[in-house]
């Protein structure tokens, strides 16, 4: 704005630059006064001339206006930008900001203040024009940058002023990625919130969820899982390496399974015992994992706990497997089939509504067959989860301490897969149980499976407890009911009338 000094308001009115004859450079009147006073603009510009116009100013009172006024209007509407200008916009406040911040106005510095965090910075850089999808040379963004960083507040912010959930931080990952890795619970709701794609994998095949699993963000962790595709056994695999117990609890409460097996036959608890993580192996073991299973080199989880100096992880995973010992309950379970109808709900989600899993249990024996005479006389026997020799039994034998016995033996050699004719031994013995009077066929090398698998259940509000395998029939209300499977963590049922089926998920 034009500044006066003196009393009354003032004019202006141009003056006419004087110039020599020979068009030779034009010479400046620096003389602004009028009425005893002087007028300038209050600003770093100095006094009110501009060459611009190739005119000077000088100024008047009110009292003394001149019939030039329209001109002087003119010239004064030449100048608004300029004063504009010397009173400060916006951008050039912002600009002024981060150069007393010490900040330079480049893509570098804004993906700098984004990983420190400066949120007032960021918000200069933005005020002062910068595009908040704006990228360095290398391809990071301040969204990517903050997100790693773990400042969710810088994420939310950025995402209000249009930036978008893609980009890569400065260490090379996506934004997802480096938000589930950080562990920032808001950046990884305000990327997903934008639509960012938590099913992609980095150059290692890690997923995002893959990225919080092994950092134990069990939080975060929740939050992807329902947004991954697939199986979550693969994650329950890396949950039971690092030995983060609540991730593994909140991914078998989302469907993965204990039983599952790696590309080498390992189970999740024989990870966690190869590394000492006795918290995530006692959780497993409850939620239904073996300690007799065995991978594709014959070996228990409590042969990994020993081999790698965890002995008294070992010990424990040696005590008799008490998965199959019934809950303490007041009343023993009765079959589902037995259940009073007229307590439940008819309509199918309803029912699966109020069905609660609480416990579930493995069916493999404690017995692997290491190897059939040729003569099929007698086998060496491996009894789990001991950490003692086979011990050799004849046809007719108990198998010690088992209750099992031997009622046939066969030495068997086949053609291996590919043929080239190369043999391999799959051996059998029949075993008999004695407590079930049940008969189980045992293949060298691998486990005995006794039977279907089994859940109990219960319904809300009811004590009673019920047993439910697969092929179970029961009603409900008026509807027919069928258990079509059970598993370590869900159990799916069907009305055979429709034909509509539903999933109940075991919750802990």
């Not at 639509?195 to 069990?218: F, K």
């Not at 053609?415 to 008969?439: C, F, H, N, Q, Y």
Request: proline share 6%.
């Amino acid at each position: 704005m034009l500044s006066v000094c003196g009393q009354g308001a003032m004019t202006a009115r141009p003056l006419p630059i004087a110039s020599n004859e020979k068009g030779g450079d034009r010479r400046w009147d620096a003389s602004l006064a009028a009425a005893g006073t002087r007028c300038s603009y209050s600003s770093a510009h100095g006094t009110c001339r501009r060459r611009a116009t190739k005119q000077v100013l000088r100024c008047y009172p009110a009292s003394m206006a001149r019939p030039s006024q329209l001109l002087c209007a003119a010239v004064l509407a030449l100048l608004l930008p300029g004063l504009t200008a010397c009173s400060g916009r916006k951008d050039d406040k912002a600009r002024a900001a981060l150069h007393d911040a010490g900040f330079s106005y480049t893509v570098e510095e804004f993906v700098r203040a984004a990983t420190e965090g400066r949120e007032e910075i960021v918000r200069n850089f933005l005020d002062a024009g910068m595009t908040p999808d704006a990228a360095t040379s290398a391809k990071a963004t301040p969204i990517a940058a903050a997100a790693a960083a773990g400042h969710g507040h810088i994420v939310t912010l950025l995402r209000s002023r249009g930036a978008l959930p893609d980009g890569l931080s400065p260490a090379g990952q996506e934004a997802l990625m480096a938000a589930a890795k950080s562990g920032d619970v808001e950046s990884v709701k305000a990327l997903l919130s934008a639509g960012a794609d938590a099913r992609g994998c980095d150059g290692e095949g890690l997923s995002p969820l893959s990225l919080a699993v092994l950092a134990g963000h069990a939080l975060i962790v929740t939050m992807l899982a329902d947004h991954s595709p697939g199986p979550l056994d693969d994650s329950l695999q890396l949950a039971a390496l690092k030995g983060h117990a609540e991730v593994l609890s909140v991914l078998m409460d989302r469907g993965a399974s204990p039983h599952s097996v790696s590309v080498d036959g390992r189970t999740p608890m024989m990870f966690a015992a190869q590394y000492g993580h006795a918290s995530a192996v006692k959780l497993l073991r409850q939620r239904g994992g073996s300690v007799t299973a065995l991978d594709e080199n014959l070996k228990t989880p409590a042969d990994y706990a020993e081999e790698n100096a965890h002995a008294e992880l070992a010990a424990y995973l040696r005590e008799p497997d008490n998965s199959a010992d019934p809950v303490p309950l007041d009343t023993a379970p009765v079959p589902v089939s037995e259940v009073d109808r007229t307590t439940l709900p008819g309509e199918l989600p309803a029912l699966a509504e109020i069905m609660e899993i609480m416990d579930y249990r493995t069916s493999s024996l404690p017995i692997v067959v290491m190897s059939v005479a040729e003569d099929s006389g007698s086998a060496e026997v491996r009894i789990l989860p001991r950490n003692e020799p086979p011990v050799v039994v004849q046809t007719g034998e108990e198998i010690p301490g088992t209750g099992l016995t031997i009622e046939r033996l066969r030495h068997r050699m086949v053609p291996a897969k590919g043929g080239l004719g190369r043999l391999i031994d799959a051996s059998e013995m029949m075993v008999r149980d004695a407590a079930t009077g049940r008969r189980h066929m045992a293949v060298k090398g691998l486990p005995v499976m006794a039977g279907e698998p089994m859940a109990l259940i219960r319904f809300t509000g009811a004590y009673v407890l019920h047993e439910v395998r697969p092929g179970d029939l029961f009603t409900a209300g008026q509807s027919p009911v069928r258990v079509l499977d059970v598993r370590p963590t869900q159990i799916v049922i069907e009305r055979t009338d429709t034909r509509e089926t539903a999933t109940v998920f075991m919750s802990r």
